[in-house]
């Protein structure tokens, strides 16, 4: 079964710090990667998505990677703005499945 | 991408009452599914919402308790059964074409007292 582990469960720094978001999986045998942000009371928006034959996506001022053989992703922003604040979510689609399996997510506090 | 909308955006509800959400997305899907997140958890599978057939239910989730219908390629509706205060929750419907980016609707708000 696959799980799903985000590191650090919460994060506070200040604007215009680089940070980076980590997340982790037991299954390597995953089809894809997804980062999504999650407002207070809202849904998911879809940041990045990373396919298991590529090794990092870039959007704006995000950038993710993907190591598929040590299980890990990293999610990194570059120069944190309060806007930024958020809940990020790492979830992963397992070859063969088509659902997604999501990690517990970080809070994000970006402090102007 | 493909844009979902959800109604009702939340609601309050009685135990033992049962409620009916509906997931409307802007363009035809192969795939859609339904998506509990318990409060300051994250988000679980509950089913896969199939296009003309009976959903595909994770385990600890069943039919009697969260019906799912599916009679098109974009529309679905999950009923929470009657209800009680565990099921309070927000449930999220997601859609996905192919091997694409799965996209979210916002979310039906649920507290069952």
């Known amino acids: 079964k696959q799980e799903v582990t985000q590191i650090p469960a919460a994060l506070s720094v200040p604007e215009g710090e680089n940070l980076v978001l980590n997340c982790s999986f037991t299954d390597s045998a995953i089809y894809n990667l997804q980062w999504f942000r999650q407002d207070p009371g809202k849904g998911l928006t879809s940041l990045l998505l990373?396919?298991?034959?590529?090794r990092e996506q870039t959007s704006g001022r995000l950038n993710a990677s993907l190591d598929k053989s040590s299980g890990r992703s990293t999610l990194y922003i570059a120069a944190s703005q309060p806007g930024d604040s958020a809940t990020y979510l790492c979830?992963?689609?397992?070859?063969?499945?088509?659902?997604?399996?999501f990690g517990s997510g970080t809070r994000l506090q970006v402090q102007p | 991408s493909a844009v979902i909308s959800q109604k009702p955006s939340r609601d309050i509800c009685q135990r033992g009452t049962s409620l009916t959400i509906q997931c409307q997305v802007d363009s035809q899907v192969t795939m859609m599914f339904w998506y509990r997140q318990q409060p300051g958890q994250s988000l679980t599978l509950i089913a896969t919402?199939?296009?003309?057939?009976?959903?595909?239910?994770e385990s600890g989730f069943v039919i009697d308790k969260f019906p799912i219908s599916r009679p098109n390629l974009t529309f679905s509706t999950l009923t929470v059964s009657n209800m009680s205060p565990e099921d309070s929750s927000i449930y999220l419907c997601?859609?996905?074409?192919?091997?694409?980016?799965?996209?979210f609707g916002p979310g039906t708000r649920l507290l069952v007292l």
């Open positions: 919402a199939n296009q003309g057939s009976e959903a595909t239910y």
């Open positions: 997601s859609a996905g074409q192919g091997e694409e980016t799965q996209y």
């Open positions: 979830a992963v689609r397992r070859t063969g499945r088509r659902a997604l399996t």
């Open positions: 990373i396919q298991s034959s590529q």
